[in-house]
T-cell receptor, first 109, second 112 residues
């Protein structure tokens, strides 16, 4: 079966660093995506990992370990506008995206 | 920039009504998807399409049908709306099957 787990909620302080974890067990693996979704808005693409290791993109980085079925999204220098839901999604064989329930991140001043 | 638009942001319908949700993308993408998003459950795939007039069932197709008569347009149809179909509906598109999906703003449907 398919199972993607991520924490339901996290709170962090402006200027800090936060790591959002995602573990998965899916039918095949063709890559892992992270999306950001502000309340009432569409999810927007943040990152894609298909090989093990760290992908860095400005203040955001994403890490993947395929052998452990594990990924994390790292947000540095947190800003208030980073308050949003962060969705972890795995592309299975057959190219279907399977989403976790999302992590609500609250950034406080 | 990819633009995916959905016909309505908010809809209120009555049980038993037929409901049409429209999605249009302007980037000549081959693939289009319909998801519903519910608290605590994440996004779940209802139907998808890899080409005009082609459709495939996702994980939760029951109670829904789709239509793709033109490449840029993918419609989701609720034949007889029920209260358990109250949800946020999100449309997405991608150029290739393995590539990033781009989402529309969503339609929040309330079935009374």
């Amino acid at each position: 079966g398919q199972n993607i787990d991520q924490p339901t909620e996290m709170t962090a302080t402006e200027g800090a660093i936060v790591q959002i974890n995602c573990t998965y067990q899916t039918s095949g693996f063709n890559g892992l995506f992270w999306y950001q979704q502000h309340a009432g808005e569409a999810p927007t693409f943040l990152s894609y990992n298909v090989l093990d290791g760290l992908e860095e993109k400005g203040r955001f980085s994403s890490f993947l370990s395929r052998s452990k079925g594990y990924s994390y999204l790292l947000l540095k220098e947190l800003q208030m506008k980073d308050s949003a839901s962060y969705l972890c999604a795995v592309m299975e064989y057959g190219n279907k995206l399977v989403f976790g329930a999302g992590t609500i991140l609250r950034v406080k001043s | 920039d990819v633009k995916v638009t959905q016909s309505s942001r908010y809809l209120v319908k009555r049980t038993g009504e037929k409901v049409f949700l429209e999605c249009v993308q302007d980037m000549d993408h081959e693939n289009m998807f319909w998801y519903r998003q519910d608290p605590g459950l994440g996004l779940r795939l209802i139907y998808f399409s890899y080409d005009v007039k082609m459709k495939e069932k996702g994980d939760i197709p029951e109670g829904y049908s789709v239509s793709r008569e033109k490449k840029e347009r993918f419609s989701l149809i609720l034949e007889s709306a029920s209260t358990n179909q109250t949800s946020m509906y999100l449309c997405a598109s991608s150029l290739e099957q393995k590539e990033t999906q781009y989402f529309g703003p969503g339609t929040r449907l309330l079935v009374l």
